[in-house]
């Protein structure tokens, strides 16, 4: 059952920390080609809207990764910060930054139809295509 919950975490060297408030304690999964060539993998989310409070500043360094959106990296460590609707403001962090202990639930997964089929997921989630992703909030201009 989705909660609204306070979330901090840091990089892996801790110069950069993240504050996100009021955020749905519901975890996503990117499964895009772009996700997967950033970080190896699916893309482990939170989405965190706008109320997102980054200290550090001068070890971000960001990456226009489309029309639409961009990626921000740590320049100590290159730890994965986020991933930043321009439009918005929104900002979707990976979920291994925020600090253990918090009671997160994985929810949903998103461009499924890209996902490779040498990995499955146990959970039952609302899974979308890119297509129904689109549809459902709007194709990027």
Request: aromatic share 10%; with cysteine.
């Amino acid at each position: 059952m989705s909660q609204n919950i306070d979330l901090q975490g840091q990089c892996l060297c801790g110069s950069i920390r993240i504050k996100a408030e009021s955020v749905k304690n519901s975890v996503g999964a990117c499964h895009c080609k772009s996700c997967r060539r950033w970080g190896g993998g699916p893309f482990m989310e939170v989405d965190c809207g706008q109320a997102v409070t980054i200290s550090g500043e001068e070890h971000l360094s960001v990456f226009n990764s489309s029309e639409w959106a961009e990626r921000g990296f740590c320049r100590q460590c290159g730890a994965h910060l986020f991933y930043r609707i321009k439009e918005s403001g929104q900002h979707m962090i990976p979920v291994g930054l925020f600090d253990d202990g918090v009671d997160l639930v994985f929810e949903s997964q998103v461009f499924i139809d890209e996902k490779p089929s040498y990995y499955h997921f146990a959970n039952e989630t609302q899974d979308l295509t890119g297509a129904e992703l689109f549809a459902k909030f709007g194709a990027p201009d």
